[in-house]
């Protein structure tokens, strides 16, 4: 009875947001007797559909909104990455919460790469604009924000020291960046980020495929058959992936006392000491914060898997492709109709590899994520298709590891890029949506926003809508206040509040079917 009265709630909800998109009146859909004004039965299957919609969302969420009224940022989960940040936003690093493997910098990604991601990744004209003097102004005007205590950032530099992704030096970098971090799961894990802004003033944009949901969406499933998605996420990629010697740099860190760095178990080279007993740490790791970070790391993933077939460097094309690049589905292109490429498409996003196939639709148990160890011993010989073993087995070979918990076999259900995909239909998450619906109960009860709040919550509502373009119509008012007071605590006008309000009701509704019938050709 609660999950009914909660779809009837959410289905009123879009019904009216559906219609102050036309100019009726909020309000108009309720209280009507249905007697006195009977509904045609066109209306009547529409308003089927909505409900149906709606009752995938309609499972009372797992805990209560009481964080968010708290003010506590939404968790992150091995999707967030696409949703942006959480409501928290930058916050001071504590070192023992920090996500850091044990040991980085296993991966020399520019040994991989073709000659034009190599320049970025070796600092190299024209990547690199270092001798223009406009870019050279920028750059000393540019400003890095740091957020950590001296005690908790010398603990960090330690951690950093012992799994080889800083380097200690007696003398300063010629940039020197702050760090700080937001929360993966609030109270328990934070995400290592760099800002990097004075030396991005210096470089270009690298060549970057972009995979969104309005490119998932587009695919076709035939009538009769199911989408089946496998997926694998490489554990610590960032922090693995080597940066070169020329590049280190660019990526100085604020002195530490060396005393403090003993205190934390480093034995600290003489060598690395300046004359006031400072050490000057540089990171030995391509940073998150970076401005070409995410298309030289991507680019790398693609070396690596696609090997021979790729574009990557003589290291890269010995090796045997693992996937086929004509295959690849992403927003600038997908395989050619009817190719064999098309029969078995691939995603690659930076460090996420996405695997789809077509499977006649029968009676099929759902399965499970399984580790590393178990796909290889049951996937090929179950189903016939090795790609997803055969590229956790070249990211071994490489040195790189795939994260046991996000590797997940071939199942009809998964999760992908932030959406839900459920017998052939995109979605949003329903945890999300309940996220995204305690957010906004919480800003209309405050009643005004923190500095760049609305743009987080604009960010995440645009990622879905993604899904379904003519969504993004809602907004107007939202950009014009992101402008204006964007930058500081301000009230929320009530154009900006009901344009919110009314984009988070039709998310239930905005949707892709990929079984949808479409012209012949």
């Known amino acids: 009875m609660r999950r009914l009265q909660r779809a009837h709630e959410l289905t009123t909800s879009a019904i009216e947001a559906l219609n102050s998109l036309y100019a009726a009146p909020i309000g108009s859909c309720r209280g009507l007797d249905p007697a006195a004004a009977p509904y045609s039965s066109r209306v009547a299957e529409v308003h089927k559909y909505i409900f149906d919609c709606c009752s995938e969302f309609a499972v009372a969420p797992a805990s209560s909104d009481s964080s968010a009224s708290h003010g506590f940022p939404l968790q992150e989960d091995e999707d967030e990455a696409y949703d942006g940040f959480g409501i928290g936003g930058?916050?001071?690093?504590?070192?023992?919460?920090?996500?850091?493997?044990?040991?980085?910098?296993?991966?020399?990604?520019?040994d991989y790469v073709g000659p034009e991601l190599a320049a970025y990744a070796y600092a190299e004209p024209p990547a690199c604009g270092e001798a223009d003097l406009i870019r050279q102004l920028h750059a000393g005007l540019a400003r890095s924000c740091h957020r950590a205590s001296a005690k908790e950032y010398a603990a960090l530099v330690a951690r950093m020291y012992k799994g080889r992704m800083a380097e200690l030096c007696p003398s300063p970098a010629d940039f020197i960046l702050g760090l700080f971090g937001i929360w993966k799961v609030y109270g328990k894990s934070q995400r290592l980020l760099v800002d990097a802004r004075p030396p991005n003033c210096l470089f270009?944009?690298?060549?970057?495929?972009?995979?969104?949901?309005?490119?998932?969406s587009r695919m076709q499933v035939a009538p009769g058959y199911d989408l089946e998605v496998g997926k694998a996420d490489l554990k610590n990629y960032y922090h693995n992936c080597q940066a070169p010697r020329p590049l280190r740099r660019f990526f100085g860190l604020r002195r530490v006392r060396a005393s403090l760095l003993r205190d934390a178990g480093i034995d600290v080279p003489r060598s690395c000491i300046d004359s006031r007993g400072y050490c000057w740490p540089r990171l030995t790791t391509i940073p998150m914060g970076w401005g070409p970070a995410p298309g030289v790391s991507q680019g790398g993933h693609e070396c690596i898997l696609y090997g021979a077939e790729g574009?990557?460097?003589?290291?890269?094309?010995?090796?045997?492709?693992?996937?086929?690049?004509?295959?690849?589905?992403?927003?600038?292109?997908?395989?050619?109709?009817d190719s064999e490429a098309a029969a078995a498409p691939h995603a690659l996003i930076v460090d996420d590899l996405l695997l789809f196939r077509q499977r006649k639709r029968g009676r099929r148990r759902r399965r499970s994520a399984r580790s590393a160890a178990a796909l290889s011993d049951e996937l090929t010989v179950t189903d016939g298709d090795s790609r997803l073993v055969d590229a956790v087995n070249r990211y071994a070979e490489v040195g790189l590891e795939a994260h046991p918990?996000?590797?997940?076999?071939?199942?009809?259900?998964?999760?992908?890029?932030g959406y839900r995909l459920e017998r052939n239909v995109l979605r949003a998450r329903s945890a999300r949506f309940d996220e995204l619906r305690a957010w906004m109960r919480n800003l209309e009860r405050r009643g005004w926003a923190k500095p760049r709040e609305i743009e987080r919550l604009v960010g995440k509502l645009t990622h879905l809508?993604?899904?379904h373009r003519l969504a993004l119509s809602v907004f107007a008012a939202v950009y014009a206040f992101a402008v204006k007071c964007g930058n500081r605590r301000a009230r929320v006008w009530p154009s900006v509040l009901r344009e919110l309000r009314t984009a988070v009701a039709l998310v239930p509704l905005v949707r892709s079917d990929l079984s949808r019938p479409v012209a012949e050709v």
């Open 90 to 110: 930058a916050t001071d690093l504590l070192s023992d919460l920090v996500a850091l493997p044990a040991e980085g910098g296993s991966f020399p990604v520019a």
């Open 204 to 216: 270009d944009t690298p060549p970057f495929v972009h995979t969104g949901g309005d490119s998932i």
């Open 311 to 337: 574009a990557g460097s003589e290291r890269a094309t010995a090796l045997a492709p693992v996937l086929d690049p004509a295959a690849r589905w992403s927003s600038e292109s997908v395989p050619e109709i």
């Open 405 to 417: 918990e996000k590797i997940h076999d071939f199942s009809t259900e998964q999760d992908i890029l």
């Open 465 to 467: 809508f993604l899904l």
